[in-house]
């Protein structure tokens, strides 16, 4: 028999979900079969699968040795990590980071040490904050994802705590998004709200938008105000602020394409063999703003309510040329906040 005794960062999840963490050679199926035979008992009691774990709670697990991986729990991968990371914002509980264009946020086919949420990892294993071996279930995370060539702030989680309840502020839309943006061609409407229908095709890695509903879309709404022009290479560009109502793939940079705006640098919904040879390297797209607009109880993070962080324009590598003065841009925001 083994016992698993749940810690802080185990407690309020699902027995299943801890148990697929932490005994991940235990098929799904088997799991199952255990609890429904008494084999997986919580606090020497009949357990149910969606039973909330609390902490000090007892898992016994009457089943062979065989199903618990020797996981490794080494720290020196991390260890070897010098980390780099440009923090916008730190508590105890979370991180706010500035993700740099053509900077991994989590490891794709290639893998590899120089994702962002290694260099996290890394960081709070080098601040004494995160031990992978006093954990069960839980490490460090990224709360949300910005693509690999677009820059922007990023989320990371440093508690159990505070991963649930930030996922659930971008679930319930209590985070205000916007973005800067640079664009083809001049922008005739100062400011609008622009509406439309976005559905996903998850094989090519692209999405499609049309101005009414079709099969398998969804509603999209991305605001935007126009901040500034100017000629580059002999044609017009515009400098946006875009302001996410809704959140999907690709939103901004499909929806503006749609409305004949392409963003400077974008490939994928744009043709960018000028953009390329005129050294961009990537789509012009950069999170700068993060609001939290809590309307509910956020427990231990009620203390964001209202809060706001800004990457100044002047970090953002496409704003050179533009005079922002007069803007309305709120001030930039260095670690501590306000």
């Not at 999840?13 to 609890?35: C, E, H, N, W």
């Not at 730190?90 to 991994?104: S, T, W, Y």
């Not at 890394?122 to 069960?136: K, R, S």
């Not at 044609?235 to 939103?251: D, I, K, M, N």
């Amino acid at each position: 028999m083994r016992v698993l005794k749940i810690q802080k960062n185990d407690a309020g999840q699902r027995l299943d979900k801890f148990l697929t963490k932490a005994v991940k050679g235990l098929p799904a199926s088997l799991m199952y079969k255990f609890i429904r035979t008494k084999k997986i008992k919580v606090n020497r009691a009949r357990a149910d699968q969606k039973q909330i774990l609390c902490e000090g709670d007892e898992i016994q697990l009457f089943i062979k040795d065989e199903f618990f991986e020797a996981a490794s729990k080494d720290t020196s991968a991390l260890t070897a990590i010098k980390p780099k990371l440009d923090i916008v914002y730190e508590d105890e509980h979370i991180m706010l980071l500035n993700k740099r264009p053509g900077v991994l946020v989590h490891d794709d086919a290639e893998g590899g040490e120089n994702t962002l949420i290694m260099h996290v990892q890394a960081y709070l294993v080098a601040q004494g904050e995160y031990n992978p071996a006093d954990e069960q279930s839980f490490a460090p995370a990224l709360c949300n994802r910005i693509d690999r060539n677009t820059g922007g702030i990023v989320i990371a989680a440093k508690d159990a705590e505070a991963l649930r309840v930030m996922n659930e502020m971008i679930r319930e839309d209590e985070l205000s998004k916007f973005y800067l943006c640079l664009v083809h061609g001049h922008v005739e409407r100062e400011r609008a709200t622009l509406r439309g229908y976005l559905r996903k095709d998850s094989a090519k890695n692209q999405v499609r938008v049309e101005d009414k509903s079709f099969p398998g879309s969804k509603e999209i709404i991305t605001k935007y105000r126009v901040l500034g022009e100017r000629r580059d290479g002999g044609e017009t560009v515009s400098l946006l602020e875009v302001e996410l109502v809704t959140g999907r793939t690709h939103q901004i940079r499909a929806h503006m394409a749609h409305v004949g705006h392409p963003l400077v640098g974008d490939g994928k919904y744009g043709v960018n063999r000028d953009d390329k040879r005129a050294g961009y390297k990537f789509q012009a797209l950069y999170a700068y703003r993060l609001r939290f607009d809590l309307e509910r109880d956020a427990g231990g993070l009620n203390y964001l309510r209202g809060r706001e962080f800004v990457i100044s324009p002047d970090e953002v590598w496409f704003t050179k040329g533009f005079d922002l003065s007069g803007k309305g841009i709120p001030r930039a925001q260095r670690k501590g906040g306000s």
